[in-house]
Structure formats: structure tokens, C-alpha cells
């Protein structure tokens, strides 16, 4: 029996499954999407959408929650402003898991692990200043003795 029993094990020990998962989330966050096994889509959805939820927020404790499962505070940083741009209007729901295919080898399901809204970067906004007016260059004379 599985009593009191929380998640998937995946076929490996505590901490290779929770690298696992970051490398899954850093990717997902990366590109948008992921395509896994339909096991390890269902496994990282929930700490995805957790994710996703304290992004939105962005207060200080949201993003220092999220720093503790990158460890990169420029990542988390471009992941926060991402997601708010691009999400800020939902409250929950923020990924879908969509059927692929099998895959070759073994015949494993194949699941795509995305966002409802494309993710959509943003440009830093460039200053152009106006040309300053190119100086004459004063010629410099060499007199021989």
C-alpha cells in the first residue's frame, strides 16, 4: 500500500530526482516548453505552477523563494520579468500538458510540458542619443631642426 506516500520516484534516489527536476524547471522557464515523459511532466507540474504563482507576485520573499531552487539570482530575475509581463493577468493554471507521441526506444508516452501564453521576453530599452558633431582633428605639424 501507498499510504501516506507523496509523488513519483521515478526509478531514482532523492537527490538525482530533485536535480532532475531543477534541470526540468530551468528548462521549462528557458524555453517555454519541455518535452518529457508524461511521468515527469505530471511530477514537475506542481512545483512549476508554485513557480510561476511567486513570479507573478514578484515581491522580495517570492523571488528569494524562487532563488532557492535556481540558485542564480540573474535567472530568477529574467524569469520574473518574463512571467510578469507575459502572465500577469492569471491567478493559477499557468501550464498545460499536451499528449506528443511514443517514443522510439521504448514506446514511453511523450508529453509536452507548456505555458497557456507564450513567454515573452523583455527588450531593455535602448536610449539612442543624437550624434555628437564630429571634430575636426587639428593637424599636427612636425618641424624639423
Same mark, same amino acid.
Given at each position: 500500500?501507498?499510504? &501516506?506516500? !507523496? #509523488? ?15 534541470? *526540468?524547471?530551468?528548462? !521549462? ?9 508524461? %511521468?515527469? %511532466?505530471?511530477? $514537475? ?15 522580495? /520573499? ?8 535556481? %540558485? /542564480?539570482? @540573474? ?14 493577468? &492569471? ?5 498545460? $500538458? *499536451?499528449?506528443? #507521441?511514443?517514443?522510439? #526506444? ?10 497557456? @501564453?507564450? !513567454?515573452?521576453?523583455? @527588450? ?12 575636426? %582633428?587639428?593637424?599636427?605639424?612636425? @618641424?624639423? /631642426?
Amino acid at each position: 500500500m501507498r499510504h &501516506r506516500i !507523496l #509523488g513519483r520516484q521515478l526509478n531514482r534516489t532523492a537527490k538525482l530526482r530533485w536535480s532532475l527536476f531543477r534541470s *526540468q524547471l530551468r528548462s !521549462l522557464f528557458t524555453y517555454g516548453f519541455i518535452n518529457t515523459t508524461e %511521468a515527469k %511532466a505530471k511530477s $514537475i507540474l506542481n512545483n512549476a505552477e508554485k513557480i510561476t504563482g511567486l513570479a507573478i507576485k514578484g515581491t522580495i /520573499n517570492d523571488i528569494k523563494e524562487i532563488n532557492k531552487t535556481f %540558485a /542564480n539570482e @540573474k535567472f530568477v530575475k529574467e524569469i520574473v520579468a518574463k512571467i510578469q509581463n507575459s502572465l500577469s493577468g &492569471r491567478t493559477s493554471n499557468f501550464l498545460k $500538458i *499536451q499528449r506528443v #507521441g511514443f517514443r522510439q #526506444g521504448d514506446n514511453a508516452l511523450i508529453s509536452k510540458l507548456s505555458f497557456y @501564453k507564450e !513567454l515573452v521576453a523583455i @527588450k531593455p530599452e535602448i536610449k539612442l542619443e543624437p550624434k555628437a558633431k564630429k571634430a575636426k %582633428a587639428a593637424k599636427l605639424v612636425v @618641424k624639423k /631642426n
